[in-house]
């Protein structure tokens, strides 16, 4: 019998423990790329979603600086109508683009509670558009509101695997009637 006979089974133990160590650096570089890249569009993701919070809130702010203008809202800040249709135009518009990243980027779920928030935010600004200065009704759409905003931050959170977090709901002053 040959030499090369006599090493032959050496010699196809050294190709397949090769092929093995190959497809196990293979398949831990695609795993390795798959958790890369599930990280980055996470951290995108996240990013999307604090973006589009902070456009909205810019917007619930301005609303409570105008409602404090009324009478209605506790807010120390008040903005006079004037003062304050240019700067919730400019929120408006700031809120566009990031509403379209998170239909982009966003869960299903994440942007459905979105949708709730943001409409709600506008039936705010309407509200106050109109000057109307019933306290009742401002008051339930500050509930309606903070509530959106809740279910908006715990849509994000389960999207995201984020541990609970605080709800953002504390007591206020009552609006005192500047008029």
């Known amino acids: 019998m040959s030499a090369f006979i006599q090493q032959l089974p050496a010699l196809i133990g050294v190709v397949i423990g090769a092929l093995g160590s190959y497809l196990a650096v293979v398949r831990g570089d695609q795993a390795r790329f798959r958790r890369e890249q599930a990280a980055r569009w996470e951290e995108r993701r996240f990013a999307v979603y604090a973006d589009y919070a902070r456009t909205l809130k810019t917007s619930v702010t301005l609303t409570y600086r105008l409602a404090a203008h009324f009478g209605i809202d506790p807010h120390p800040h008040p903005l006079t109508p004037e003062e304050a249709k240019p700067l919730l135009a400019e929120a408006a518009i700031a809120r566009d683009p990031s509403g379209e990243a998170l239909i982009l980027l966003g869960s299903p779920a994440v ?21 109307r200065r019933d306290p009742r009704a401002w008051q339930a759409l500050l509930e309606r509101q903070r509530a959106g905003r809740e279910g908006y931050y715990a849509a994000v959170r389960e999207d995201l695997a984020l541990p609970p977090g605080h709800s953002a709901r504390w007591p206020l002053p009552p609006a005192v009637s500047q008029r």
């Not at 509670?113 to 409409?119: D, G, N, P, S």
């Open 111 to 131: 942007v459905e509670k979105a949708r709730e928030w943001v409409v709600t935010a506008m039936e705010m600004e309407r509200f106050l558009r109109e000057e």
